[in-house]
């Protein structure tokens, strides 16, 4: 990809990202016992996780992420929600950098067999010292 400091630039690369990549805007903080037990520092957020929103009009507010919209980079959390003009709850996006995840969705078993093992070094593996 190309690396630019143009605003305009850095925008079009954000929204004609492909697929495989996008999950990367997605990523999120773990808490610290999740960090320990996982051995990562953060971890792509999906539909089902708990999140505690740390910034913004809904800081504090801890519930499950409903939706994850992946062409906009934004979460829609279970209690960050409005009212809108025909009286309707409709829910706040927010962002994942907003987010620190306390829970992880268990359903899916390959998740966590992606997951790299803490004491694994990657240098040692190949023969390189």
């Given at each position: 990809?190309?690396?630019?400091?143009k605003?305009?630039?850095?925008?079009?690369?954000?929204?004609?990202?492909?697929?495989?990549?996008?999950?990367?805007k997605?990523?999120?903080?773990?808490?610290?016992?999740?960090?320990?037990?996982y051995?990562?520092?953060?971890?792509?957020?999906?539909r089902?996780?708990?999140v505690?929103?740390?910034?913004?009009?809904?800081?504090?507010?801890e519930?499950e992420?409903?939706?994850?919209d992946?062409?906009?980079?934004?979460?829609?959390i279970?209690?960050?929600?409005?009212?809108?003009?025909?009286?309707?709850?409709v829910?706040?996006p927010?962002?994942?950098?907003?987010?620190?995840v306390?829970?992880l969705?268990?359903?899916?078993k390959?998740?966590?067999k992606?997951e790299?093992?803490?004491?694994?070094?990657?240098?040692q593996?190949?023969?390189?010292?």
């Open positions: 990809m190309e690396n630019s400091s605003p305009a630039v850095q925008r079009k690369m954000w929204y004609n990202m492909p697929k495989h990549l996008s999950k990367r997605l990523m999120a903080h773990l808490t610290s016992e999740l960090r320990s037990r051995g990562r520092r953060s971890v792509s957020v999906r089902g996780d708990r505690v929103i740390l910034k913004g009009d809904f800081k504090g507010v519930g992420v409903m939706r994850v992946r062409k906009g980079g934004r979460l829609f279970e209690g960050a929600s409005r009212e809108n003009a025909r009286g309707e709850r829910l706040v927010i962002s994942p950098s907003n987010v620190i306390v829970k969705h268990e359903d899916d390959m998740r966590f992606t790299r093992k803490a004491d694994e070094k990657p240098s593996e190949r023969g390189v010292s």
